[in-house]
């Protein structure tokens, strides 16, 4: 069965400082990855998706994830947060069935000190 | 582009009535899909549409759960009798076919936090 991790349910950081919300995934399929952000009472927005493309993925707001197979890895990164960056993050994976479903880890709240 | 759009955003109720929630999707997306997020946790998938058929539902998608989709536009989920457990924000998300979204990218509205008092 497929299944995310994402370690850490709490990180905080610095503003200026480097962000690393770590996700790490079981499939037994190669795998479409996501990574979505949610802040207070809304929905979902997508950040950005790996689609077995190129295993460096950049995407909205200074974010980008790198795809490392090896270590089963989706860690998101960026190089200086901002206050506005403050918000739940949750790493995801499409399933297994043609469905299309996600399966969704617990979640990363990020927290940005000035 | 109107977005996925859901109503109503909030809605308080009593144990064992009846809720409906309303999901219209992103025109032309023949995809939808249903989650439901408890605080502190992420989404969990509960149903899915591909244009008016359910092709795939949840174990978590009790007796009490209905979801419809007529005609393939919008998406209505109704809880019967409900439980204090079915406090939860649900997620209703929508996606175009896979020839136009290889990825099976899901755009997601606000979501429903419903309250079961």
């Known amino acids: 069965a497929q299944s995310v991790t994402q370690l850490g349910s709490h990180v905080s950081v610095s503003e200026g400082a480097l962000v690393l919300l770590r996700c790490n995934y079981s499939s037994s399929v190669p795998p479409y990855l996501f990574w979505y952000v949610q802040y207070p009472n809304q929905g979902l927005q997508l950040l950005l998706k790996y689609t077995s493309a190129a295993t460096l993925v950049k995407g909205i707001n200074g974010f980008e994830a790198e795809f490392k197979k090896s270590e089963t890895s989706f860690h998101l990164t960026k190089p200086s947060a901002h206050m506005s960056d403050a918000a739940e993050y949750f790493c995801a994976v499409r399933g297994e069935s043609n469905t299309g479903k996600l399966i969704f880890g617990q979640g990363t709240t990020l927290q940005v000190k000035p | 582009d109107t977005g996925v759009s859901q109503n109503p955003r909030h809605k308080i109720t009593k144990r064992g009535q009846n809720v409906t929630f309303r999901c219209d999707p992103i025109s032309e997306h023949n995809r939808l899909y249903w989650y439901r997020q408890t605080l502190g946790q992420g989404p969990e998938f509960l149903t899915y549409f591909q244009n008016e058929a359910q092709l795939e539902k949840s174990r978590l998608l009790s007796d009490r759960f209905s979801a419809e989709r007529p005609k393939g536009s919008f998406s209505t989920l109704e809880i019967q009798r409900t439980e204090q457990g079915d406090s939860a924000m649900y997620l209703c998300?929508?996606?175009?076919?896979?020839?136009?979204?290889?990825?099976?990218?899901?755009?997601f509205g606000p979501g429903t936090r419903l309250t079961v008092l």
């Open positions: 998300a929508s996606s175009p076919p896979p020839r136009t979204s290889g990825s099976y990218e899901q755009f």
